[in-house]
């Protein structure tokens, strides 16, 4: 139900922008999440927003460079990732919470989620 795209090659300080497509499910009321992994170590996560679109949250390591935004419209969820860094390549997975719990939340944890798009991946060059 979720498709991720956007990821590609970049050179250190560039920008890329994944987008998160949502088919089916009632998508305007799930709070979205986007995390990142890399081999050998867990998934963490970068940016959270909820279902209204108000309330967003990001790791801080990505605060100030990485902005996560939705179009309910058009069932898209969308990360602007910008002054990107070698550190920040990784395969990056949007994920779904259809839990509704209210119209600010947005979960941290991945176990919150249901739904994981396929991930895509961005590779940052020194």
């Known amino acids: 139900q979720l498709q991720a795209s956007g990821g590609g090659l970049v050179q250190a300080g560039g920008s890329l922008r994944l987008s998160c497509a949502a088919s089916?499910?009632?998508?305007?009321?799930?709070?979205m999440g986007w995390f990142r992994q890399v081999p050998g170590k867990e998934r963490e996560f970068v940016a959270g927003l909820s279902w209204s679109g108000d309330i967003t949250g990001y790791a801080d390591s990505v605060k100030g460079r990485f902005t996560v935004s939705r179009d309910n419209a058009k069932g898209t969820v969308y990360l602007q990732m910008d002054s990107l860094k070698p550190e920040d390549t990784a395969v990056y997975y949007c994920?779904?919470?259809?839990?509704?719990?209210?119209?600010?939340?947005?979960?941290?944890?991945?176990?919150?989620?249901?739904?994981w798009g396929q991930g895509t991946l961005v590779t940052v060059s020194s």
């Open positions: 994920a779904g919470d259809a839990t509704y719990v209210s119209r600010t939340y947005y979960s941290r944890g991945d176990k919150a989620y249901d739904y």
């Open positions: 089916g499910g009632i998508f305007r009321s799930y709070a």
